[in-house]
């Protein structure tokens, strides 16, 4: 039973009531943690890609912060954690758990946190991809395992000391057989007025196989603790309206009603780079704002229960084709 069971998490999939915070095993698993600093008005974010292939396993990773600055490297040798989340570089340049995340990608490029009372995925059948996540071979799963908590310790961007104590921290994972897929969009938003509140959403194209269909996940952590997932097409589904400078998002079950509207300027955007398993490179990939505009709205039977704003949320949308021009555009 063990080793059906092990063969099935290493497609990418999870049993109902399963853990997807553990590693799978697939060619791609990504780790993100943000940090929102309200007080301040910054936000910092952390990331690595564990990328598996033949030649062995090796891992790209990345600091950014809300003022334009970002910092990427690529490291061979690498691990995730098969009973926990986690994940960590061989060198010691990233170590991110539950508890604590510590990069060094340099002396202009460091953090070092620890993480308290976390308000965690609640423990229910369904991670973020609510039922595909039981479906193998998907090309990409995504699940918010943490939805807000507390930061002790300090980040140096671009060479200044930044002070996370008291920030918000949000974390999530992202899983795949083959990478990214060619377009997807993504935002998450905590330093509403409400310091409990969270959002967070991941939409793009699914496949398995010949079968195709594009979903938006949406996740609400409302200032009770409720917690809110739509996105299930028939059931709960989100219409998503993306461009490099705008998120609209609207999902409706029969009990909730959620809209997301969301904006940044264009040349305010990071360009990220996606993994490229088997050649064992970055590539630009993905144009992220850390400091956007989102406003929120939340009904429960036709009933308004919470608005909320910020200035500080991360919003992406993502493509090799668009990242790749922006840069070049940007190097001109």
Known sequence: MFDLLSAYRQTGADLPFGNPEHAHGVAMEGYFWRFTNVEDGRAVIALIGVQQTPEGPWALCGLGGSDGFWRYDVFEGARTRRAGLGARTDNGSFFGDDGRVAVDLGPDARLDVTLHDLQSWPHRAFGGSSYFQTVPALNQYWHPWLLGGQVSGAAIIGGERWDLSGASVYGEKNWGRAGFPDSWWWGQAQGFADEQACIAFAGGEVYAGPIRTEVTGLVVRLPDGTVLRLGNPGTSPVEATVSDSRWHLRGRSPRWDVEVDAHAP???????????????????????????????????????????????????????????????????
Request: hydrophobic share 40%; glycine share 14%; no cysteine.
């Open 266 to 332: 264009l040349g305010d955007a990071l360009v990220l780079p996606v993994p490229l398993v088997d050649e064992r490179r970055g590539t630009p990939g993905a144009l992220e704002h850390l400091a956007g505009h989102l406003e929120v709205r939340v009904r429960r039977n036709g009933r308004e229960v919470w608005t909320g704003e910020t200035a500080l949320a991360g919003l992406e949308h993502g493509g090799l084709a668009r990242a790749e021009a922006e840069a070049a555009r940007r190097r001109v």
